[in-house]
């Protein structure tokens, strides 16, 4: 499975055992969507259960194998101009890792029966999953880590009723003392125990779909999609890899666009322009909404 993994374009796969997921982390869970840490993502609130326990997605689940490919790109925006968060500058993820885990499960069964590929989609903890599987472990910025590979990884799943001759074991947490993520959220979305999705520019600018909060309006910098601050800080992620996977690539057109061209852009320029990618969940309002908010306030350095 891993072996076959690596070739199919991830960089690293783990295999844990199908179970509920640990007291502590359920407990987490209920407690923060309670308080509305998920701030109006009623996704996130729903279908608890099978989130917490992902033997009730499955009957007869077994084993779940997770998997990490980078999308790190080799090429970003220039500086200067308005950015767009690292994971959305290709084309939407959930297509490409979907159809690399079909490939994937042919070497657990012949059929879809026995088991549930999961790309984002599915109420699964993805990052609790990786992190059981030995991938890496989830470090203050709430990402999955993975030591020598940085957090600029997509995860998919499987959840399987086949059994493994061995189940990986989990890394232990190696954040250290290290705070730049906290010191860095530029709204103080890290600060406490309970994430503030809220406060979180990367919902602010993508799944917000009223107005931008005003301390999100006045710390977006020249960031119009997203945003990567508590990634760019983190020491793991000095020497990210890099993708190969061409389809996360910025393209060409994507390249070639300047400020100017941002703030004057048309209904038929945004859908040429994102075609295929994740930034058409913001809808073109939400990306001229966050346009016009950018243009408004000088670059946060």
Known sequence: MKAEAIR?????CGIAKAEPVDADTA????QWTAAGGHAD??????HVDKRLDPTLLLPGARSIVVVAMSYAPACRLPDGEYQIAAYALGLDYHDVI????????TLLTDTTDDLKLCVDTVPILERYWAAKAGIGFIGRNRQLIIPGGGSMFFLGEIVTTALS??????????CGRCRRCIDHCPTGALASDFFNSERCLSYQTIENRGPLDPMAADKLGDCIYGCDR????????SNPLLSKEKAFQPSEA????????????TVE???????GTAVKRAKYEGLMRNIRAAAEKPVDK
């Open 8 to 12: 199919l374009g991830f960089f690293a």
């Open 27 to 30: 407990m987490y869970y209920r």
């Open 41 to 46: 993502m009623q996704y996130l609130a729903d």
């Open 98 to 105: 979907k159809q690399r885990l079909r490939q994937l499960a």
């Open 165 to 174: 001759d061995y189940y990986d074991a989990p890394l232990s947490q190696h």
């Open 230 to 237: 508590c990634q760019q800080v983190c020491p793991w992620n």
């Open 254 to 265: 994507l390249l070639a666009m300047r400020r100017s061209d941002w703030e004057q852009l």
């Open 269 to 275: 320029e945004y859908r040429r322009l994102f075609k």
